[in-house]
């Protein structure tokens, strides 16, 4: 394998030489056919080697990840040489590399994890929300939540009969006391609501504690602004530039989700085959209305996807039109696409407020009504399944609500 990424005979004699040649060589042919590139290779490669020098590893062994962030700590305040710099970067790399190479061989030790309490009613739970159809992001909101709770109940008792509504209250009471604002806690009683419902049917509680838990009181229109303002969004659109795989995924990622209003999960749903080249239009699938919108394909747009799609997307199997920068190639997250915004803002010095891609769409929102746009043309745009939740643009902007406000009575009353 080695031999097929080097072509110096002193750079692959160095590689041949060193030790668990056989372990390494398995690694980056299971790299290779995965289809990762040469260069990604090499460096992947060079990492091992500096992996089993700093590891001392004469044979290869079990691995916990504590010995692994002690290295890479040690690693991050070497000074090194004039070609690498020390600092987090290099840990993160170190760890990354190291995590991998010892995971593909079974000998990554990893942390035990916290017993989870009443998991097989937490599994029922599970199972009773996948036949009902229930997307995978819901579920995955509501199964954390809903384990967090059992996990802090089972501290006080042992058994769901013993369960109150005092216990639920505390417990949304509880979230509230370590930081958790008004709307989010309210999203945890939904959740509560939904597996108390499911318990109750099973008689694993007694019944009535779904319908008397409540969240806290949250008016539909007092939460804080959750978009970027529009001269931020444009500070974004134009520090989109390099030419690595990441950056051009972003340069096409951004747009997208600025220009479309496009959610997250919605964005990571698209396919290669949404995108029509000849009619030059983006099929979008909205997530809440359940309705297919076709959009007219920007030129700008269209440029970067063509981009991304013939330098940067990794040749895999994959359906979806974005997907990992690293192997194994997979389909891009909802938190994969907060990451690019959220990195993006941080460089640009937006350490606090929304910076996901929901900020994006909140903005792409407000703009539209600055512009002049009805509310039922941004509801119908951003795909709402009520015109009547664009409403919650319009409460950030003051200059659009004194306008609908300043209109004259003469002769209405």
Known sequence: MLD??????????????????????????????LGTDRVPMQSMASWLLRIIKILKLKRLRDVDMSEIARAAR???????????????????????????????????????????????????FNEFMRSLDFRSSTMG????????????????????????ILDVDHFLAYKLATGSVPPTVKSISFS?????????????????????????AVGRFSIRRRGRKWKEVRQLLQSTKGSSRSDLRAKAVIPLLTVYALRGGEMAALLLE????????????RFKKGKVQIYPLLPEIEHALHKYIT???????????????????????????????????????????????????????TRL?????????????????????ALSYAKFDPRTLRKVADFRLDGLL
């Open 369 to 389: 009504l600055e512009k002049g746009a009805s509310l039922k043309q941004i509801g119908d745009f951003l795909g709402h399944r009520d015109y009547r939740s």
């Open 311 to 365: 330098k940067a997307r990794p040749h895999c199997s994959c359906p979806q039109l974005f997907v990992s920068i690293r192997p194994p190639y997979r389909k891009l997250t909802t938190h994969g696409a907060y990451d690019i915004t959220n990195s993006r803002l941080e460089r640009l010095g937006y350490r606090s407020g929304p910076r996901g891609p929901h900020s994006l769409r909140h903005a792409a929102a």
């Open 74 to 124: 040690k690693l991050a305040r070497h000074k090194g040489s004039k070609r690498t710099t020390p600092g987090r970067p290099v840990a993160l790399l170190f760890i990354y590399a190291a995590t991998k190479w010892l995971r593909f061989h079974g000998r990554l030790k990893l942390p035990a994890r916290p017993r989870q309490a009443f998991s097989r009613q937490l599994e029922q």
């Open 4 to 33: 097929q990424i080097y072509s110096r005979k002193e750079y692959l004699r160095r590689h041949l030489d060193a030790p668990l040649l056989k372990e390494r060589e398995e690694f980056l042919s299971h790299l290779s056919r």
């Open 274 to 285: 949404d995108v029509d080249w000849v009619k030059k239009t983006l099929t979008v699938r």
């Open 141 to 164: 909101s509501n199964t954390p939540r809903v384990a967090e709770f059992l996990n802090w109940f089972s501290r006080k008792h042992l058994k769901l009969s013993r369960l109150s």
């Open 192 to 216: 509560l609501k939904k597996f108390l419902s499911y318990a109750e049917s099973r008689k694993w509680c007694v019944k009535g504690i779904a319908s008397l838990t409540r969240g806290p």
